[in-house]
């Protein structure tokens, strides 16, 4: 029996290293972002601060990653792959500011202009707030699942400046049944 325990855990060890070392293949497989300095983390993101609250979140990130420059293109990738599922972002600033069209209405109401479904993630820059929580961005992953939401509301919306949706999950598909 003891001897079973000792296989089965060295087996399940084994895949464990295999598995590390696939998930640093696959990275370093990933396209070249050299130039990619992700900043530094000024505090850990609370994934409730907004409502509906995030799945997750990563960040908050010192600075403006919110902004199009090929340095912090390559960092708002890494702070999306640090959030947990399959989510990789191919870099296409266009494709996300054709959709940033974010902005705070009654205060605090973060509006879509869209309904979005499903897994999707959100980046948020917030500047001009005093202390260290001030000129940071955030990466939200959010479900909105198949009612979907056109909007959020941000708890503490003080310095909010700018946000973009980075994936936006897909709208659900009809059964067949309401086809006809």
């Known amino acids: 029996m003891l001897r079973r ?3 089965g855990l060295l087996s399940a060890a084994a895949v464990a290293v295999s598995s590390s070392a696939y998930a640093k293949e696959t ?6 972002r050299s130039a990619s300095s992700l900043l530094s983390v000024t505090s850990v993101c609370d994934a409730t601060m907004t409502n509906p609250d995030a799945l997750a979140c990563s960040g908050y990130f010192a ?3 919110i902004n199009g420059s090929p340095t912090d293109i390559a960092n708002a990738q890494d702070a999306i792959e ?3 599922g399959d989510f990789e972002w191919d870099g296409n600033w266009a494709a996300v500011d054709a959709t940033k069209i974010m902005q705070l209405v009654s205060g605090n109401v ?6 979005l479904f499903g897994l999707t993630i959100i980046g948020a820059h917030f500047g001009n707030v005093d202390g ?4 940071v961005s955030v990466f939200w992953l959010f479900d909105f699942g198949t009612e979907g939401a056109s909007s959020i509301i941000l708890d503490h919306p003080e310095g909010f400046s700018n946000a973009a949706i980075y994936t936006p999950g897909a709208p659900p598909v009809p059964e067949p049944a309401t086809w006809g």
């Open 132 to 135: 260290t929580d001030g000129n």
């Open 110 to 115: 973060l509006d879509f202009g869209q309904t």
């Open 5 to 7: 325990l000792m296989i």
């Open 63 to 65: 600075g403006n990653l």
């Open 27 to 32: 990275r370093s497989t990933l396209p070249d």
């Open 82 to 84: 640090l959030l947990p």
